[in-house]
T-cell receptor, first 115, second 107 residues
Framework: DVKVTQSSRYLVKRTGEKVFLECVQD?????MFWYRQDPGLGLRLIYF???????EKGDIPEGYSVSREKKERFSLILESASTNQTSMYLC??????????????FGPGTRLLVL | QQQVKQSPQSLIVQKGGIPIINCAYE??????FPWYQQFPGKGPALLIA?????SEKKEGRFTISFNKSAKQFSLHIMDSQPGDSATYFC??????FGAGTRLTVKP
């Protein structure tokens, strides 16, 4: 079974703090993704990575950055957290290639509250 | 921009009923239409998916109906059970998700 783990289930941070969300997958997947999930908006893609040290912007990259130093780990960074970044953050991974991206395996999510 | 429109936002049915969730997309280049199921406290998990070269796909009690000309597709859950209570997301292509439908199946 594919396992995608996220470092925290719940996080509370203050405005202006730098926040790191970590994601690890154990299936040797090339593709990894970060989404945020908000009521009424569904899942929106923030960034994705198709290889180590590679990254691509998704639909809402503003205020976020990512790091992929190792294949199994994909980090989402909020450089200066703001209250409008309060959300559920979901990490996903998938096998390589365009067809591989069709089946994504999600982690349990990190619920972030920015005060 | 919402490229995939999903309705309804929430749905309540009795056990044994057939909830139907609808999605519409805009981009005719989309070629893959999955549905994900999410239980509270969990990430979404792939439930069933269809490609535009077929009009229907069935897996167990779950059926996708696809209308290419109308750019619409829907999920039907036959003989729904309380254990089907979850949030369902449609998606188009790979990373375009609908807003989600919270389904409650009452015993």
């Amino acid at each position: 079974d594919v396992k995608v783990t996220q470092s925290s289930r719940y996080l509370v941070k203050r405005t202006g703090e730098k926040v790191f969300l970590e994601c690890v997958q154990d299936m040797d997947h090339e593709n990894m993704f970060w989404y945020r999930q908000d009521p009424g908006l569904g899942l929106r893609l923030i960034y994705f990575s198709y290889d180590v040290k590679m990254k691509e912007k998704g639909d809402i990259p503003e205020g976020y950055s990512v790091s992929r130093e190792k294949k199994e780990r994909f980090s989402l960074i909020l450089e200066s957290a703001s209250t409008n970044q309060t959300s559920m953050y979901l990490c996903a991974s998938s096998p390589p290639g365009l067809l591989g991206r069709e089946t994504q395996y999600f982690g349990p999510g990190t619920r972030l509250l920015v005060l | 921009q919402q490229q995939v429109k999903q309705s309804p936002q929430s749905l309540i049915v009795q056990k044994g009923g057939i909830p139907i969730i609808n999605c519409a997309y805009e981009n005719t280049a989309f070629d893959y239409f999955p549905w994900y199921q999410q239980f509270p406290g969990k990430g979404p998990a792939l439930l069933i998916a269809i490609r535009p070269d077929v009009s229907e796909k069935k897996e167990g009690r779950f059926t996708i109906s696809f209308n290419k000309s109308a750019k619409q597709f829907s999920l039907h859950i036959m003989d729904s059970q309380p254990g089907d209570s979850a949030t369902y997301f449609c998606a188009a292509s790979k990373e375009r998700f609908g807003a989600g439908t919270r389904l409650t199946v009452k015993p």
